[in-house]
């Protein structure tokens, strides 16, 4: 089978299990993307979720149609052809999806800015480790920062290259990810999340050196004042080197 939109079908019935048995979806509406060819969509129908599945290939979603009538016709599925990262979701409270590989974060940082009780999501087994990566570690990033900034994240369990058809060339983890308020108050969520992008633009310079060559991403004035005011301890680490306290900490200097 040839990979479609870098997807790679979930194939191993137990993995499809696990996946679909890590979060109650009895008469809950579950958002799938990328569903493919229905495996993990016919497992969530079987726990009791209302499906709702939005692939970006036609053939695909032909396939669903297809495959699903019955589902479809009694409202228990609905299959929407579009780009999950650009096109308008419905609604939902729950996401269980392997994602294609390609639009991870992508989709990732979508679905927290829509919000959400809790996702079960299958990642690059490296992707969902830099996830996980705790602030002010080598690993942790941009991705890490602002995900655990907005969300707890459990790696829950990972899986070969066998369990998928075609079989990438890289081990998937899937992880499980629930929204919750920030731990430290965040003044503007906008100037934050450009901060955090900003620093780990440069990630091996210090806070101090990241700020400086932050243009086009944080206003001047605003940049010369943090400078000017910040502790050295903060403006001599490394972004990699910092807590969430500390990017909220710059984030919300006058």
Not at 170 to 180: A, F, M
């Amino acid at each position: 089978m040839k990979a479609r939109h870098d997807q790679h079908f979930l194939i191993d019935p137990t993995a499809v299990e696990r996946i679909a048995s890590l979060v109650d979806v009895q008469d809950r509406e579950v958002l799938e993307v990328g569903p493919g060819n229905g495996a993990l969509t016919r497992a969530l129908l079987n726990h009791g979720a209302t499906v709702h599945a939005v692939e970006l290939d036609r053939e695909l979603c032909e396939g669903l149609h297809d495959r699903f009538r019955t589902e479809i016709a009694a409202g228990r599925l609905t299959v929407t052809h579009g780009d999950a990262g650009r096109c308008e979701l419905p609604n939902f409270s729950i996401v269980v999806s392997n994602l294609p590989y390609s639009i991870s974060s992508k989709i990732t940082f979508r679905l927290l800015e829509c919000g959400f009780e809790v996702a079960v999501l299958m990642y690059q087994m490296e992707f969902a480790k830099r996830m996980a990566a705790p602030a002010g570690t080598k690993d942790c990033g941009r991705l890490s920062i602002m995900v655990q900034t907005y969300a707890t994240v459990q790696k829950c369990f990972t899986l070969p290259p066998n369990c998928f058809s075609p079989r990438p060339q890289v081990h998937s983890t899937v992880v499980k990810i629930v929204p919750r308020p920030p731990i430290f108050f965040i003044e503007d969520t906008s100037r934050y999340a450009d901060v955090v992008r900003a620093l780990f633009s440069h990630r091996r310079k210090t806070v101090r050196n990241s700020l400086k060559r932050s243009s086009g991403m944080l206003e001047s004035g605003w940049v010369r004042r943090v400078i000017a005011g910040l502790p050295d301890e903060i403006l001599s680490s490394r972004p990699e080197e910092l807590y969430l306290e500390d990017f909220a900490t710059i984030a919300n200097w006058a």
